[in-house]
């Protein structure tokens, strides 16, 4: 019998639907039962969702809280396929996944209810408020062992676009259901855990720890928005596990060091991931919480969960993200396509127990992100000598900051579609809070259109953490002899204009 995550959810409230299940801080807590509830009176309101040319697909935009989780086990309850909207991106953004998905109801709340009506514009789309969603006082639970539903998608996640344009990566049952095992039985995720939900849930990475959770009978707290400090509470006062990506790791830190590095005493694991942690953080880390397990995963949205390691101060290596996890069958590729020694770089591909569905509407980017049967990550990597990965580079031109992806081709096109500029490279600066912060060359098409215009320019059209933080003019963009850009040299232009300022 093959379960789904509602289903799974389902179990648990009816054995024990008073135990405490998902709480914000500060704010809103439910039970299980209570939590079971709210899922069947929005799974009534989704269930109306009509079907498009990908099947019947419902948007959700919503800020952080219970509906963020619950709303996507609702939409496997109403037989609808959830597709996360992330409430950073632009109305015009978030129009293209709309259109792209197309997405025939939108589920909103809080301050996201104005930004969906003018992101649906024009679309055939129907836009409810989650706060008009009544929560029934009963509610049967599902009928287990029914139709088989393993291999149908359950949930479509946005990438950032190396075309300019985002993907939908697809995930079925099986691959949503087999992750959040592997998580648990990698991270002896238990019962008795509290989870801390710190980052915001259109992630499906956070949204879907908060589901691990209530999943395995966890307590789940959630942060209406990250704060180091509310974060830090929670890790001495409540919660025992945390994913926390490398730049909310250093707040808290630095928050700890401000309080004079008083004990944290509930905390029993942390998991960071999103980009490699420094072992100088690491280190503050496994003093900050020194009877935790202090660990790091690898992965992608499209490959998941694919390597791990609990860190020891001993064997601290800059770039290592550990072993192949559960599951995972991870290797490396030559630029010759063939697979590489140990101790020499390739592209990192992986194979899991549930192969990636492939990307919405989309067969060519599908076929083009395979090889061999190995899903590419486009990182490069090198295995060491104890047989751990270390990721030393990115093939694709991917800035990660703060923990997001940002694709420079997205900004790029949005760069070039500013009257004043002729052409432009996008490019990843070291930031000492960021990891990367995003930067841009510029050849202006005649007068130089000035930073703040075009920083203006690209903040109605991009998410914040997407709009350029440095912007340099130049009379020609650095080529090589195949006029192709080099972006190592536009680094360097970048760094040294900084430098002057």
């Not at 992101?119 to 989650?130: F, Q, T």
């Not at 029914?146 to 946005?158: E, K, L, S």
Request: hydrophobic share 45%; charged share 20%; aromatic share 8%.
């Amino acid at each position: 019998m093959r379960l789904t995550i509602a289903e799974c959810i389902a179990l648990r409230c009816r054995a024990f639907p008073e135990r405490p299940a998902i709480e914000m801080v500060g704010g809103q807590a439910m039970t299980y039962g209570e939590a079971w509830r709210r899922i069947a009176g929005l799974a009534g309101v989704l269930a109306t969702c009509a079907g498009g040319r990908h099947g019947r697909m419902a948007a959700l935009l919503l800020p952080n809280g219970p509906d963020a989780a619950l709303a996507i086990a609702a939409c496997q309850l109403a037989g609808v396929v959830a597709v996360p909207v992330n409430g950073r991106l632009t109305p015009p953004e978030m129009h293209h996944i709309l259109a792209d998905a197309d997405c025939r109801l939108l589920l909103a709340a809080g301050q996201f209810v104005t930004m969906a009506r003018q992101a649906s514009s024009g679309l055939p789309l129907e836009v409810i408020d989650s706060a008009d969603v009544a929560t029934p006082t009963h509610a049967e639970g599902p009928a287990t062992g029914g139709r088989d539903v393993g291999a149908d998608a359950c949930v479509v996640g946005y990438t950032s676009g190396t075309t300019g344009f985002p993907k939908g990566a697809i995930y079925t049952h099986d691959y949503y259901t087999m992750n959040n095992y592997r998580w648990g039985w990698e991270f002896g995720l238990s019962g008795d855990h509290v989870v801390l939900v710190a980052g915001p849930m259109f992630h499906l990475s956070y949204a879907g720890f908060a589901l691990a959770g209530l999943t395995i009978g966890a307590r789940v707290r959630i942060l209406p928005e990250f704060s180091a400090g509310a974060a830090l509470d929670e890790l001495d006062r409540h919660c025992s596990f945390a994913f926390l990506v490398p730049t909310m790791l250093r707040m808290v830190a630095e928050e700890w060091q401000h309080r004079g590095c008083p004990p944290v005493r509930a905390v029993r694991h942390v998991i960071s991931s999103g980009a490699p942690a420094t072992p100088e953080l690491l280190r503050t880390v496994m003093r900050m919480f020194p009877a935790a397990k202090v660990a790091e995963m690898y992965g992608w949205t499209e490959g998941s969960f694919a390597t791990y390691e609990i860190k020891h101060p001993d064997t601290l290596q800059s770039h290592c993200v550990g072993w192949p996890a559960l599951g995972a069958d991870v290797m490396l590729f030559g630029e010759d396509g063939e697979p590489c020694a140990p101790g020499v770089p390739g592209e990192v591909g992986v194979r899991g127990p549930v192969p990636f569905a492939g990307y919405l509407g989309n067969p060519a980017a599908t076929e083009a992100a395979f090889h061999r049967g190995y899903l590419m990550s486009g990182d490069i990597g090198v295995f060491q000598p104890d047989g751990r990965l270390a990721i030393v580079d990115r093939k694709k031109d991917v800035i990660i900051t703060g923990g997001e992806n940002v694709y420079t081709m997205e900004v790029e096109r949005v760069l070039l579609e500013h009257p004043g500029v002729a052409e432009c490279a996008v490019v990843g600066l070291p930031d000492a809070r960021w990891g990367e912060r995003v930067a841009a060359l510029i050849v202006p098409r005649e007068t130089s259109p000035g930073s703040e215009a075009v920083i203006g320019f690209c903040r109605e059209r991009l998410a914040g953490y997407k709009v350029p933080r440095d912007i340099t003019f130049t009379d020609a963009l650095p080529r090589n002899a195949m006029g192709k850009v080099q972006k190592a040299r536009v680094i360097e232009v970048l760094a040294a204009s900084r430098t002057r300022r």
